[in-house]
């Protein structure tokens, strides 16, 4: 659902102050005690987070196209075909929306998760990361797998979340990774076509 209000500029701008607003009242409803600071130390937090996310997408693409092959590629296009919509505006949009759930699922969902239901954090980590991943689910069947993959990217945010104890810090790398992504999609799509 995620991935396809991310084609529309105008639902896309509508999700991110759903999810703000949504996150922030329940925020200070629930009396959750995450901050939004950002501090220099954090910087290395940051560095950390986009080499693990950039080495663990770049590994699962190459794991796949070696393990699966010809029927990973075929699904890898399609979904870079499903962000064809997509000029810049809605690539940023898109990737604002990211911040936004980050607000809403690190930073709600998976500390309420801790402070509430006792959870561990390795747990509600897992649990927020199945939801993140469902929440992400295309409506086109081959694409489904792609769901699960938002689900390890969903861990490892909440894991960077929780070894940082930062939500500025996951939600600069969730925006960033995804305007990123986009971006890759798009030229992607320019060199297929010639």
């Given at each position: ?17 759903v999810?703000?607003?949504?996150a ?19 910087l ?6 986009f ?6 997408d ?7 196209q070696?393990v ?7 699904r ?20 604002l ?9 690190r ?19 897992l ?11 295309i ?8 769901a ?18 930062s ?20 030229h ?7």
């Amino acid at each position: 659902m995620l991935f396809a209000v991310k084609n529309r500029l105008g639902l896309t701008l509508l999700m991110l102050t759903v999810f703000a607003a949504l996150a922030v009242g329940l925020h200070h409803w629930l009396e959750l005690t995450w901050s939004f600071a950002f501090h220099a130390e954090q910087l290395r937090d940051l560095l950390l987070g986009f080499l693990v996310m950039a080495a663990s997408d770049g590994s699962l693409h190459l794991l796949l196209q070696r393990v699966v092959g010809e029927s990973y590629l075929v699904r890898y296009r399609a979904l870079a075909g499903y962000f064809r919509m997509q000029g810049a505006p809605q690539m940023v949009a898109g990737g604002l929306l990211a911040g936004g759930e980050e607000l809403l699922f690190r930073g709600v969902m998976l500390q309420a998760l801790q402070t509430f239901a006792g959870l561990a954090a390795p747990w509600a980590v897992l649990v927020v990361a199945l939801v993140f991943g469902l929440a992400h689910l295309i409506p086109q069947r081959l694409l489904w797998p792609f769901a699960v993959w938002a689900v390890w990217e969903g861990v490892l945010l909440g894991g960077v979340f929780v070894l940082s104890g930062s939500l500025a810090v996951v939600v600069v790398l969730h925006v960033v990774h995804d305007i990123l992504g986009f971006a890759i999609f798009a030229h992607q799509r320019r060199r297929w076509a010639t």
